[in-house]
């Protein structure tokens, strides 16, 4: 059997062609107005500068305005949250990045909170969370929104099957597994207190790897037939599930790289491009 490659970085370069022209059409229908993603950096962590980097990017490929604030490595978190409050007034802002990880002074979890919901394109607020568990509108969180997204352009069933997703991260696992469960698959939520872990992965139709260790997750604890998604990114180009072995005997998986991190800055501005629509008035 060889195995559905589901290609996240053809996915968002079809999707970036769409949203150009949907930014297009916004800034005709409103007099030039396009929507605005505001990013936020605190401190100068490199990797957490090229991914902020990378998101203007992808902003200006679509078309549409990004904004760049750059905070000091000492900003405490009442200067975040001042910061995040302007940007939430800020009419001509309809999407808030805040790039995780903040410093350690920093209460993150407080200055995420305080992103206005409808500005929470990053989907990382509580309340966002709170509302997509519910299936009530908000915003997904970008990543496991994107590997939503992924599965759904090709087409993988997911309801009535059991996806095992290991991590119970903020960001990725516990919206991961709410979004799955939203989808009428059975899930289970594994992490670093799971016992007879193999055993879980063993039954699953859909396993998806957020653990952030390098290929932590045999291929031999993957069954056949499986569909396999891969959020893990490490140097070397490798995942956190040992891909190789697998490509021909699962149904589908995510490569690394090219599979879940192009979606994850695909669906935020994705969402940052319906903020702006609804915002400005072309929805
Ligand atoms: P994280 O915050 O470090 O969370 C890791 C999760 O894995 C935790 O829930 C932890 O359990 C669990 N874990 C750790 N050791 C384990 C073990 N031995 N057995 C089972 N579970 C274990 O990481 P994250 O931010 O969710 O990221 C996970 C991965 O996704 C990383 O490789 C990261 O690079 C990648 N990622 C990619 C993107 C993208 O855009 N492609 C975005 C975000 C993250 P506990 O909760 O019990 O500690």
């Not at 904004?67 to 999407?95: S, Y």
């Not at 396999?228 to 040992?242: F, K, L, M, Q, S």
Request: proline residues 5%; hydrophobic residues 40%.
């Amino acid at each position: 059997m060889s195995a559905l490659l589901l290609d996240g970085k053809a996915l968002a370069a079809k999707t970036e062609q769409e949203l150009s022209t949907r930014v297009e059409a916004l800034k005709k229908a409103s007099g030039g107005q396009t929507p605005i993603l505001a990013t936020i950096l605190v401190g100068e962590d490199p990797a957490s500068a090229t991914y902020v980097r990378m998101k203007g990017n992808a902003c200006e490929r679509i078309g549409m305005q990004s904004v760049k604030v750059e905070m000091p490595t000492e900003t405490t978190t009442e200067q975040l949250l001042a910061k995040i409050d302007e940007l939430n007034t800020n009419p001509n802002v309809h999407g808030i990045l805040l790039q995780h990880p903040v410093p350690e002074q920093i209460d993150e979890r407080a200055c995420f909170d305080a992103i206005a919901l409808e500005k929470d394109v990053d989907g990382v607020t509580c309340l966002g969370f709170g509302r997509m568990s519910m299936g009530e509108q908000a915003y997904g969180c970008a990543t496991p929104k994107g590997i939503m997204r992924l599965l759904e352009a090709y087409n993988i069933e997911l309801s009535g099957k059991h996806a095992v997703v290991v991590g119970r991260s903020p960001i990725l696992g516990k919206p991961m597994a709410m979004m799955m469960l939203g989808a009428n698959a059975t899930v289970t939520i594994c992490h670093s207190r799971t016992q007879n872990l193999q055993a879980h992965i063993k039954q699953a139709d859909i396993v998806i790897g957020a653990v952030g260790r390098p290929e932590f997750i045999k291929a031999e604890w993957i069954k056949d037939g499986a569909v396999v998604v891969d959020a893990g990114y490490h140097p070397g180009g490798v995942g956190d599930i040992e891909l190789a072995p697998l490509v021909d005997r699962v149904a589908a998986y995510t490569p690394v790289p090219g599979g879940v991190g192009p979606m994850t800055i695909n669906t935020l501005i994705y969402q940052t491009v319906d903020s702006g629509e609804k915002a400005i008035g072309g929805a």
